[in-house]
């Protein structure tokens, strides 16, 4: 299922990395939460290398968008922003992992670029 997922994202590479990221980033969690801030050194946006979002809210909306579409193909994602926009929160992908994320279908539409 992954390789379809993966598919369905080659025209939309911003969501594919955030994808592979949070797929290998929820998977090596030990049990609990982690908090990964969207915007300082090390953070989230720079981690990805959207430099062309500049602005916070922009990388926030994108970000949000992002997620919904991930949760499309990958239903029980166990990501989240937080409430105030300041943290993605991840916790551990063991119990529901990205291989068996939900349906996949060929019609579905995605944002392009990072």
């Known amino acids: 299922m992954e ?7 080659a ?36 981690q990805l290398g959207t430099r062309e979002y500049c ?11 992002w997620l ?11 990501a989240r922003v937080s409430e105030d926009e300041h943290i993605l929160v991840l916790n551990s992908s063991k119990k529901n992992p990205a291989i068996s994320c939900g349906k996949a279908s060929g019609s579905m539409s995605f944002s392009t670029g990072k």
């Open 55 to 65: 602005a916070d809210r922009f990388f926030r909306r994108k970000l949000n968008r």
């Open 68 to 78: 919904s579409e991930i949760k499309t193909l990958w239903p029980e994602c166990p």
């Open 3 to 9: 390789r379809k997922v993966v598919a369905l994202l």
């Open 11 to 46: 025209n939309a590479p911003g969501v594919l990395e955030l994808y592979l990221w949070l797929v290998w980033k929820t998977w090596s969690l030990k049990g609990g939460s982690a908090g990964i801030p969207l915007f300082s050194t090390g953070g989230l946006a720079e």
